[in-house]
Structure formats: C-alpha cells, structure tokens
C-alpha cells in the first residue's frame, strides 16, 4: 500500500450521466475525506467519513451527489444526472485520526470534464 | 469567516534563484498550519506543518515560518529547481468545530523558468 489510491484518472461524460468514482486509502486510515477541486481554487470539502459512518456533508453536496463507504474501507463518490458545473478534480484524502492534528493524505485526483 | 488569503497569484522566477510565498488567515481557533504542493493534474503533498508554538520549519530547501500574533506564515523557496514549478497551498486547521476544519488557501502558481 503506497498511499491513496484513486480511480479513474479521468472520466469524460455527456451531461445527464451519472458517473462514480472511487477510492482507496491507506489500509490503517479510518478516517476518509472527499474534496472537489476547481482550476485556480483550493480543495473544498464535499464530505467526510470516520469508518463507515459518513458524519459530515458539505452544503456543496447537492442531492445528486451522494458518497458511501460500505466496509470502512474503500469509498465511492456518485454524482448523478451530472451537470457542466460538476467539472472539476475529485480530490480523497484520509487520515489515521483526526485531521486537525495529523497529516492527511491525498490521492491523485479524478479529473471530470461534464460535456 | 475562517479565511486563507495567499500572495502573489502567481509567480515566474529563473532557475537557482529564491523565492518567498505567503500565507495570511483570520482562521481561529488556530490549531496548525500547513504547506502543500501540488503538481499540475495531481494531489497535493504536504512540505511542512506546524503548530502555535512553532515559528520555523525546514524541509529540504523548503523553509516554512510563522507568526501566530500577526496569523502571518511565508513559505521560503531556496535554489530553485525545474521541478519547483507548481501550485503552492496554505492550509490552516482549525480547533475543535466541525470534522473537516481545515481552511485552504487558493494558492500560489509558481513556475520555474530555465
């Protein structure tokens, strides 16, 4: 396990798809982190999950978005009936406790371009 | 409103020499601050973190400070290399409140000219 892992790398989609997306993090991490990322911005956070327990959502996750993590580990973000506005990275971290304290780590992102 | 404010938007320097960024907030409770970078199309890597009582921390030829009485950090770039070319972001944690609590910054672009 050499960190979080993220897939796809990209996804290309016509309007209207739904698309989902997932995440690996590293294996000891109870604690796993969704972000969205436009060019030119900083991370924002879409929702967090300690375990299975998903305990926060950001306001930025409409009711088109939802996100699960069935087992505690791997996750997935689904977007449904996507719109041009969802283009963006798809950033997930995780983290072995809580982030405010330690170092969180990020995968690589999943580019999505809405066409 | 917690915020993270960075200068310059963007910055093009030549290759060998220095370089400082900065970091300004008004996020509080202060909890730690940290510097990412992040390549172009990847996730970002953490350079450094550091706490209230910390006012210099080196990576590399990464030398990070921080002024918590004026909630002032620089992130200090030595001997450029090509590969420095990428997005510098300041992140700073917040003390207790929601699960998240981190606020990030836009950051900086910052391109390494040959």
């Known amino acids: 396990d050499t960190g979080v892992s993220q897939n796809p790398r990209h996804k290309i989609t016509k309007r209207g798809q739904n698309v989902t997306f997932r995440c690996d993090p590293i294996?000891?991490?109870?604690?796993l982190y969704w972000y969205r990322q436009t060019l030119g911005q900083g991370p924002e956070f879409l929702t967090y999950?300690?375990?299975?327990?998903?305990?926060?959502k950001s306001r930025l996750l409409s009711d088109r978005f939802s996100a699960e993590r069935p087992k505690g580990s791997f996750s997935t973000l689904e977007i449904q009936r996507t719109e041009q506005g969802d283009s963006a990275m798809y950033l997930c971290?995780?983290?072995?406790?809580?982030?405010?304290?330690?170092?969180?780590?990020f995968g690589q992102g999943t580019r999505l371009t809405v066409v | 409103k917690n915020q993270v404010e960075q200068s310059p938007q963007s910055l093009i320097i030549l290759e060998g020499k220095n370089c400082t960024l900065q970091?300004?907030?008004?996020?509080?409770?202060?909890?730690?601050l940290r510097w990412y970078k992040q390549d172009t199309g990847r996730g970002p890597v953490s350079l450094t973190i550091?706490?209230?009582?910390?006012n210099t921390k080196s990576n590399g030829r990464y030398t990070a400070t921080l002024d918590a009485d004026t909630k002032q950090s620089s992130l200090h770039i030595t001997a450029s290399q090509l590969s420095d070319s990428a997005s510098y972001i300041c992140?700073?944690?917040?003390?207790?409140?929601?699960?998240?609590?981190?606020?990030f910054g836009k950051g900086t672009h910052l391109i390494i000219q040959p």
């Open positions: 970091c300004n907030y008004t996020v509080s409770p202060f909890s730690n």
């Open positions: 971290a995780s983290s072995p406790r809580d982030r405010r304290q330690t170092e969180a780590f």
């Open positions: 999950f300690q375990n299975e327990a998903q305990l926060e």
């Open positions: 992140v700073v944690s917040v003390s207790g409140g929601g699960a998240d609590g981190l606020t």
């Open positions: 294996s000891e991490h109870n604690r």
């Open positions: 550091m706490t209230f009582s910390e």
